[in-house]
C-alpha cells in the first residue's frame, strides 16, 4: 500500500527551468560568451554543485565553481519572477486529494531550503507538505539516493509504500536507487534521459490519477 508521496520541486511543481536557462544565457551574454543551448539544457535537473563546476567550465578563463557562483550571485536578477507564475497546473488540486486521501507529501530537491520554502509561501502550499528537505544537507546529490532515502525516513515509511515524482534523469535514478516507485513528468524540451522510470505521464493530473491506481 501506498503511504507518501515525495516531489522534486523545479520541474515538476513549478516550470523553472527555462526561466533559468535563459537568465543563465544572458548572464554570460553580458561578458561576451555565447552559449549553446545544447550546453545550457545540461543544467536541467543538475545539483547546484554540479551546476557551478558546469558554468565555471564554460567561463573565459580558469575559475572555481565558488567563484562562479559569487559572479553569477552579484549579478543575477533580484525578484525576477515569482515562483507563483510559474506553478505548474494541477498543483493545488493533486496535493489538495492527496491529503485529503491521508497521504505524507514532501519535497526533495537539490534547491537550497530558502528557495524551497520560498515557492511553497508564493504558491499558497503551506499545509500541504509534512516534510521539506534540501539536497544541501547531504554530502552527494542526485543520482545519489540519500535524499530520497533520508525523507523516506524522516516520514517513517518504506521504499515499497512510497512514490516519487520526478523529471530529471539524475533525479530519476536517485528515486530508482532508493526502491521507490517512480512517476517521471514527460519532459520535450530539455530531453533528459527518462527511460528508467516506471511511469512517464504528462502532467502532474495525469500523475494524480495514476497514484490512485497504485496506492492499494
Not at 535563459?22 to 545550457?40: A, H, M
Not at 497521504?103 to 528557495?115: C, D, T
Request: overall charge negative; glycine content about 4%.
Amino acid at each position: 500500500m501506498k503511504k507518501a508521496v515525495i516531489f522534486d520541486m523545479d520541474g515538476v511543481l513549478i516550470d523553472s527551468e527555462p526561466i533559468y536557462m535563459y537568465y543563465t544565457i544572458l548572464f554570460f551574454q553580458q561578458f561576451g560568451i555565447q552559449l549553446e543551448d545544447k550546453e545550457v539544457r545540461k543544467l536541467a535537473g543538475s545539483s547546484n554543485a554540479h551546476g557551478w563546476e558546469m558554468m565555471a567550465s564554460w567561463w573565459k578563463e580558469e575559475i572555481t565553481p565558488n567563484e562562479m557562483k559569487t559572479l553569477y550571485e552579484v549579478s543575477e536578477p533580484k525578484d525576477a519572477f515569482f515562483y507563483s507564475d510559474i506553478a505548474n497546473p494541477y498543483v493545488k488540486y493533486v496535493l489538495n486529494h492527496l491529503c485529503q486521501e491521508d497521504f505524507q507529501l514532501a519535497i526533495a530537491s537539490s534547491s537550497p531550503m530558502n528557495a524551497i520554502t520560498d515557492m511553497v509561501e508564493e504558491c499558497q502550499l503551506k499545509g500541504y507538505f509534512n516534510l521539506l528537505v534540501t539536497g544541501m544537507d547531504f554530502a552527494a546529490s542526485k543520482p545519489n539516493p540519500e535524499i530520497y532515502l533520508s525523507t523516506m525516513e524522516r516520514l517513517k515509511v518504506t521504499p515499497e509504500e512510497t512514490i516519487v515524482v520526478e523529471d530529471s534523469h539524475y533525479g530519476i535514478e536517485a528515486g530508482k536507487k532508493a526502491g521507490a516507485t517512480v512517476i517521471a513528468l514527460k519532459d520535450e524540451r530539455f530531453y533528459p534521459d527518462q527511460s528508467e522510470c516506471d511511469y512517464l505521464v504528462n502532467d502532474l493530473l495525469e500523475a494524480y490519477l495514476l497514484i490512485q491506481k497504485l496506492k492499494e
